[in-house]
Structures are given as C-alpha cells and as structure tokens.
C-alpha cells in the first residue's frame, strides 16, 4: 500500500512531538511512501531550524535512510500545473499547493491517502474529497 506523505507528516519522524506516536503508527501501515521533491528543503530546513548537535546529526542520517527509500515526484510542469490550479480552486498557500498537486500526480483523486498534520493541507485535501490521515 502507498501514501503520500507531506513534510508536516514526515517531520514527526524525527522530531518528539505530542503528535510523534501517531505519526509513526499511521505512516508505517504503508510499505511505500511517496511525497513531492520539495519535501526534501522542507523536512532537512526544519530539522536544523528545530535540532542541533547530535540530535541533528542522528535525525539527518535518520532522514536521508528513509529518503532513499521514498518514491519522490518530480516538481515539472504538469506537478506545477496541478499545483496551480488545487491553489486557485482551494485557496491554499503555495508549498502546501505544491504538496497537493504531488499528490495529485500520484493518484490522490483515485485514493492515494494524504498523511499530513498540517491543518490547511488536510482542510484543502478533504475539501476535494481526498483520503486524509491521520482522521
């Protein structure tokens, strides 16, 4: 089973936060996780916005595991098309659009779940009718 997973959901892998349990047990129900080329900048931005030292270092070897094993969807014309068109029709802002026409790409419209904790994200998603984890 895939989803695609947003840089709010994928953050909590690495950070402790009250939300962290809940991340881990939804996104680990799926043997492939998919997410936009630019959750890439986003989670490693976060990371040493929000870590230093060890704990940065442990979480970027942590991050760069999985992101190898991440099926990643380009950033092209036709992502960016989507991207476009999800942002005018629902309002959101531009990174979280760019998330929703990754997603989008990878087949959302036909069920492909969303994880994400972020509440625009899942607002904008749920108002196309998509999947949206965690409920």
């Not at 799926?30 to 270092?57: A, C, K, P």
């Not at 036709?78 to 790409?105: N, W």
Request: charged share 25%; proline share 2%; glycine share 6%.
């Amino acid at each position: 089973m895939t989803a695609y997973i947003d840089s709010s959901a994928l953050l909590k892998l690495y950070l402790s936060e009250p939300e962290t349990d809940v991340a881990f047990e939804v996104i680990h129900r799926f043997r492939v996780w998919t997410t936009g080329r630019h959750t890439l900048v986003e989670v490693r931005r976060n990371l040493t916005r929000l870590l230093s030292g060890r704990d940065l270092s442990a979480a970027r070897r942590a991050f760069s595991d999985d992101w190898g094993n991440v099926t990643v969807i380009e950033l092209d014309d036709s992502t960016c098309e989507h991207a476009a068109k999800l942002a005018e029709q629902t309002g959101i802002k531009s990174l979280d659009a760019l998330h929703l026409g990754a997603a989008a790409v990878a087949g959302a419209a036909d069920g492909l779940p969303i994880i994400t904790f972020d509440r625009r994200v899942k607002e904008a998603a749920s108002s196309l009718g998509w999947a949206v984890l965690p409920e």
